[in-house]
C-alpha cells in the first residue's frame, strides 16, 4: 500500500476513479467545516491497495487554534469492535475457542443471569434462559446485552444504577463484566438484535483464554504485526499533542468542546481496556488494519487472519435483516436490507437500504462520527475521522458514499 499522508495521488485516474469526479469530495468536507458543523474532517478512498484520494481539513482544537495534523490521534470509539473481534477470531483459528462456545464456559458468573419479560424497574418480571450467550452472539449483537447510558427501559436502568459503564477508565474489565453478569438480558440470546456492551464482554473472555490484559493481546495479535503504532487505550504524554478535541453540537452552539486533549479520560494512566470503544488511533493505523481486512487477513506482508475466515466474518450472521431482527434505524441510517456480520454490518441490498454501494459491503463506525467501509466487489476501502459526537448528528456517512461511488468509472 502508498500511503504517504494525505497528499493528493495523481493515480486515480487508473484506480478506476474519475480524478474530477473525486475531488467533488473536497469542496463538501471543507464546507462542513467551514459551516461549523464539524471542527476538522480526514478522508482515505484506498483501490486496488493504493491511495486514491485523501485529505484533511480544519482544526483539531479550534478554541487553541490548532490546526489537524496528519498523524493525528482519534477517539474511534466503536471502531474498536471490530479489532477485538478480530482478535478474538485468530484464537478461533488456532482452536482456543468456538463460535458457538456458551460465554459461561470462560465466565462462570453469567450462568445464573436472567431475562427481562416484563413490568418497570421496581418490579421487574425476569425468566430464565432459553439457551446460554454464545461467542457468535457477543459479536453479532444478539446476545440480550445492551448500552445502559443509551437504553431507557428497566435493563438500560438497571445498568445505570449498578454503574456498569465501559467508559470508566479507572475500573478494571473484569469487575465491570463480574457485574454485568448479575443485570438481566432485554431478551433471550439469538432472538433479537441490540447494540450494547457485547464486544466488552468478549474481550474480558479474551484475557481470561490468553491470561493478559485485553491491550497486549491486541498488541501480540494485530498492532505489532501491523506496525500500527498509534493505536492503544490511551495516550501517553509524548503523543499528547498529536491528539484532537471532542465536540458536541447543542442548542446554543454548533460546536460545543467536550473535551480537550490533555484533560481527556483517555489520557494515561488508564485501567478500562474496552474492547467495545476504548482505543485511540490514527489515520494510517486504521486504513492499515482496514486494508487487511479487505486483503482478506493480510497486508505487508503480515498474516493475521485467514482468507476463509475474513470471508466468513464479512457474511451476514443474522437471518434477515436489521429491520427484521427490531433494528429499523441505526445512528443516521436504516437498517432495511442491511445484515450484520462478525463485527460489523453487511450491506445485503443496496436498493432496500437506498444506500449507493455494493452487495457484500462490510462498515461500521464510532459515535464520534467515524467511520469505515470495505466494497469488496469494487476492491475499495474508505476511511473517515472526526470528533463528533453524536454520529447521529449530521448524514455524512451516507453523503460521503454517493461522493466515492458516482466517482467510480472502471
Same mark, same amino acid.
Given at each position: 500500500m502508498?500511503?504517504?499522508g494525505?497528499?493528493k495521488?495523481?493515480?486515480?485516474?487508473k484506480?478506476? !476513479?474519475c480524478p474530477?469526479?473525486?475531488?467533488?469530495i +473536497?469542496?463538501?468536507?471543507?464546507k462542513y467545516?467551514?459551516?461549523?458543523k464539524?471542527?476538522?474532517?480526514?478522508?482515505? #478512498? /484506498?483501490?486496488?491497495?493504493?491511495?486514491?484520494y485523501?485529505s484533511?481539513?480544519g482544526?483539531?482544537?479550534i478554541e /487553541?487554534?490548532l490546526? #489537524?495534523l496528519?498523524?493525528?490521534?482519534?477517539? *474511534? =470509539?466503536?471502531?474498536?469492535? !471490530?479489532?477485538?473481534?478480530?482478535?478474538?477470531?485468530?484464537?478461533?483459528?488456532?482452536g482456543?475457542?468456538?463460535?458457538?462456545?456458551p *460465554?459461561?464456559? =470462560?465466565?462462570p458468573?453469567?450462568a445464573?443471569q436472567?431475562?427481562?419479560?416484563?413490568?418497570?424497574?421496581?418490579?421487574m418480571e425476569? $425468566? +430464565?434462559l432459553s439457551?446460554?450467550i454464545t461467542i457468535?452472539?457477543?459479536?453479532? @449483537?444478539t446476545?440480550?446485552?445492551? =448500552?445502559?447510558?443509551f437504553?431507557?427501559?428497566?435493563?438500560?436502568?438497571?445498568?445505570?444504577k449498578?454503574?456498569?459503564?465501559?467508559?470508566? +477508565?479507572?475500573?478494571s474489565?473484569?469487575?465491570?463484566?463480574d457485574?454485568?453478569?448479575?443485570?438481566?438480558?432485554?431478551?433471550?440470546p439469538?432472538s433479537s438484535?441490540?447494540?450494547?456492551?457485547?464486544?466488552?464482554?468478549?474481550?474480558?473472555?479474551?484475557e481470561?483464554? &490468553?491470561? $493478559?490484559n !485485553?491491550g497486549?493481546?491486541?498488541?501480540?495479535?494485530?498492532?505489532?504485526?501491523? $506496525?500500527?503504532?498509534?493505536t492503544?487505550?490511551?495516550?501517553p504524554?509524548?503523543?499528547i499533542?498529536?491528539?484532537c478535541?471532542?465536540?458536541?453540537k447543542?442548542?446554543e452552539?454548533?460546536?460545543?468542546?467536550?473535551?480537550?486533549?490533555?484533560n481527556s479520560r483517555?489520557r494515561?494512566?488508564?485501567?478500562m481496556?474496552?474492547?467495545?470503544?476504548g482505543l485511540?488511533s490514527?489515520?494510517r493505523? =486504521?486504513v492499515?488494519?482496514v486494508?487487511?481486512i479487505?486483503?482478506?487477513?493480510?497486508f505487508?506482508?503480515?498474516r #493475521? !487472519?485467514g482468507?476463509?475466515?475474513?470471508?466468513?466474518?464479512?457474511?451476514? @450472521?443474522?437471518?434477515g435483516?436489521?429491520?427484521? /431482527?427490531?433494528q429499523?434505524?441505526?445512528?443516521?441510517?436504516p437498517m432495511?436490507?442491511v445484515g450484520f456480520?462478525?463485527g460489523g454490518?453487511?450491506?445485503?441490498?443496496? *436498493?432496500?437500504?437506498?444506500i449507493?454501494?455494493?452487495?457484500?459491503?462490510?462498515?461500521?463506525?464510532?459515535?464520534a462520527? &467515524?467511520?469505515?467501509w *470495505?466494497?469488496?466487489?469494487?476492491?475499495?476501502?474508505?476511511?473517515?475521522?472526526?470528533?463528533l459526537?453524536?454520529?447521529?448528528?449530521?448524514p455524512?456517512?451516507?453523503?460521503?458514499?454517493?461522493l466515492?461511488?458516482q466517482a467510480?468509472?472502471?
Open positions: 502508498s500511503f504517504d494525505y497528499e495521488n495523481p493515480r486515480s485516474d484506480l478506476g !476513479l474530477r469526479r473525486l475531488e467533488r +473536497t469542496p463538501w468536507l471543507e467545516v467551514d459551516d461549523g464539524l471542527p476538522f474532517a480526514a478522508v482515505v #478512498v /484506498m483501490r486496488k491497495g493504493q491511495v486514491a485523501s484533511l481539513y482544526q483539531r482544537d /487553541m487554534g490546526p #489537524v496528519q498523524d493525528g490521534l482519534y477517539r *474511534i =470509539y466503536s471502531m474498536s469492535k !471490530l479489532i477485538t473481534t478480530v482478535a478474538a477470531l485468530s484464537l478461533f483459528e488456532s482456543e475457542l468456538m463460535l458457538d462456545d *460465554i459461561t464456559k =470462560y465466565l458468573n453469567f445464573n436472567k431475562v427481562y419479560s416484563s413490568g418497570t424497574f421496581e418490579d425476569l $425468566k +430464565t439457551s446460554p457468535r452472539q457477543l459479536m453479532n @449483537h446476545s440480550g446485552l445492551t =448500552y445502559g447510558a437504553d431507557p427501559g428497566p435493563v438500560g436502568r438497571a445498568m445505570r449498578s454503574q456498569i459503564d465501559f467508559g470508566n +477508565t479507572n475500573e474489565l473484569e469487575d465491570l463484566v457485574r454485568l453478569a448479575k443485570t438481566p438480558l432485554c431478551f433471550q439469538g438484535w441490540r447494540y450494547g456492551v457485547s464486544t466488552d464482554v468478549l474481550g474480558r473472555i479474551l481470561v483464554i &490468553t491470561g $493478559k !485485553l497486549q493481546v491486541l498488541r501480540q495479535r494485530i498492532f505489532d504485526p501491523l $506496525k500500527m503504532s498509534d492503544s487505550f490511551s495516550v504524554d509524548t503523543k499533542d498529536k491528539f478535541a471532542l465536540y458536541t447543542t442548542n452552539c454548533s460546536l460545543k468542546k467536550l473535551e480537550d486533549a490533555k483517555f494515561e494512566p488508564v485501567s481496556n474496552s474492547g467495545g470503544g485511540v490514527s489515520m493505523d =486504521y492499515t488494519f486494508e487487511m479487505r486483503g482478506l487477513g493480510a505487508g506482508g503480515e #493475521v !487472519l482468507r476463509k475466515t475474513v470471508d466468513f466474518m464479512m457474511r451476514n @450472521h443474522l437471518p435483516d436489521m429491520a427484521s /431482527m427490531g429499523e434505524t441505526f445512528s443516521e441510517m432495511t436490507g456480520g462478525l454490518a453487511v450491506l445485503l441490498d443496496p *436498493i432496500k437500504s437506498e449507493l454501494g455494493s452487495k457484500g459491503e462490510f462498515t461500521w463506525g464510532g459515535v462520527s &467515524t467511520a469505515f *470495505i466494497d469488496p466487489a469494487e476492491d475499495l476501502s474508505v476511511v473517515f475521522m472526526t470528533q459526537i453524536p454520529s447521529s448528528t449530521y455524512i456517512r451516507r453523503e460521503l458514499r454517493v466515492v461511488y467510480l468509472v472502471d
